[in-house]
């Protein structure tokens, strides 16, 4: 008996076979089974990630104990940290501050550095790993095999596909926790958490909604943008990532997106960009890739990264500039046990490349709140809040290990989701069919996970 999971997206496809079960070679209907197709024996027993983004999947599935190893370089999570400094999980690095060019290798910054082969060694060589989690799987044509291309990956036969934040939509991001509970025979429990998300985004849709008619006709104008990275030159881009979109309009706004459909437009004249911008209600600012939110503390940093030519003065009044940069993992030479000791460096990390993309009805209250705070109510201070108003002043909330134990009673009283949900909503929720156990255990199961948003 087994199941299959499709990942439509990437053109992978995996048999999860149950309890072990033969290898089968053929579906039900006589057709061969892909030749590229991987094979895991179900419920999973270990998984090592690369990044930071899966291991909210299995907290929220209660399933942490399966994570075996974990590079904990951009990981924001107070309990996998906390677990990580204990030493009861293996640490190890799994990146590379070298890159292969023109037949030559080059460092990306002094000192040079390769984790790949202690990687392999605790993941591809271990026993106790029997899935490697990876957001992309390509060769790119290094000669050096130890040298990996996906965030995570082995490149071994252990390797799952598995990029949540590359889907379309907030609520389709957080339904790839169903594919991830396939392979611990934890499909039950993945359905009623995206379930009660689900309720409680729609919920607050719906709070958002009514407060927009009440503002009036004219909707509020929201839109994403990074500036540059140079403060010398001016240069603005407006995105419009189709869960960005989502999550402005879902919030009561109408999204300000390119004229021509495109995902991105670029701004290289400040007048050009003052005008366009001049009637936007509220920014939310995503840069910071290149310098670190530690470089964006004070309100007067965040603008002089917007470049010159544009600036807090040439706002609409009331407008809002926040950042998603709201909470951060502590950033201190001991904050991560591997990297105490090896080359490397566990930065500020965000929480919202991590708890968000499995979190959007969370992401959704926190960004109402701060556009219609008297319809939504705020973010209970342990859960997570992940935007900051920057025209307010708010600064960063930096979070470490320490912080795990609040962290676990808040999702235990259900406070960081359905906090939004009255007390009967959340009731008929846990009491749906989605909520209760399946006892069906030797079924074939076909689970397409397409990936394609909500």
Request: one cysteine or more; proline letters at 4%.
């Amino acid at each position: 008996h087994f199941k299959v999971v499709k990942n439509l997206k990437e053109d992978k496809t995996y048999i999860l076979r149950i309890c072990g079960s033969d290898v089968p070679t053929k579906y039900p209907n006589g057709t061969a089974i892909e030749s590229d197709a991987k094979h895991f024996s179900v419920p999973v027993k270990g998984a090592a990630i690369g990044w930071s983004t899966p291991y909210a999947a299995f907290e929220l599935l209660g399933l942490e104990d399966k994570v075996k190893v974990v590079d904990p370089q951009y990981v924001h999570s107070p309990c996998l940290r906390q677990k990580e400094k204990a030493g009861e999980i293996t640490s190890q690095g799994s990146g590379s501050s070298r890159y292969y060019w023109n037949n030559q290798w080059y460092c990306t910054s002094p000192p040079c550095y390769n984790h790949s082969d202690g990687w392999l060694a605790v993941t591809r060589d271990n026993a106790d790993v029997s899935m490697v989690l990876t957001d992309a799987q390509f060769t790119n044509g290094n000669p050096n095999g130890a040298l990996l291309a996906g965030n995570g990956a082995c490149n071994c036969d252990k390797d799952v596909v598995f990029d949540p934040a590359g889907d379309g939509t907030p609520l389709g991001r957080a339904e790839a926790i169903k594919m991830l509970a396939a392979f611990f025979n934890e499909e039950d429990r993945a359905n009623l958490i995206f379930d009660r998300e689900k309720a409680a985004y729609d919920a607050t849709k719906a709070l958002a909604a009514s407060a927009a008619a009440a503002h009036g006709s004219t909707k509020k104008k929201c839109a994403w943008i990074k500036p540059n990275a140079d403060k010398t030159t001016f240069k603005m881009t407006l995105k419009a990532d189709a869960y960005k979109v989502a999550y402005c309009e879902d919030a009561g706004m109408t999204a300000v997106v390119p004229a021509d459909g495109t995902k991105s437009q670029a701004f290289t004249d400040a007048a050009v960009w003052k005008t366009f911008a001049a009637d936007i209600d509220v920014f939310i600012d995503e840069s910071g890739e290149f310098y670190g939110p530690e470089s964006y503390d004070t309100k007067a940093e965040v603008f002089d990264f917007m470049g010159p030519g544009w600036g807090e003065s040439d706002l609409k009044a009331g407008a809002l500039v926040l950042r998603i940069d709201r909470e951060l993992s502590d950033n201190s030479a001991t904050s991560t046990k591997f990297y105490e000791t090896n080359e490397g460096d566990s930065g500020h990390n965000y929480a919202w490349l991590e708890s968000a993309v499995f979190r959007p009805a969370h992401v959704l209250q926190g960004l109402v709140h701060e556009v219609w705070p008297d319809y939504v109510k705020a973010i209970p201070a342990a859960c997570v809040d992940y935007f900051r108003d920057i025209i307010a002043e708010e600064a960063h909330v930096i979070k470490d290990h320490t912080h795990c134990d609040k962290w676990d009673k808040a999702n235990a009283e259900s406070q960081c989701v359905t906090n939004i949900l009255s007390d009967d909503e959340y009731a008929a929720i846990r009491n749906s069919p989605a909520a209760k156990p399946s006892f069906i255990v030797a079924i074939l199961v076909a689970l397409v996970v397409a990936l394609i948003g909500a």
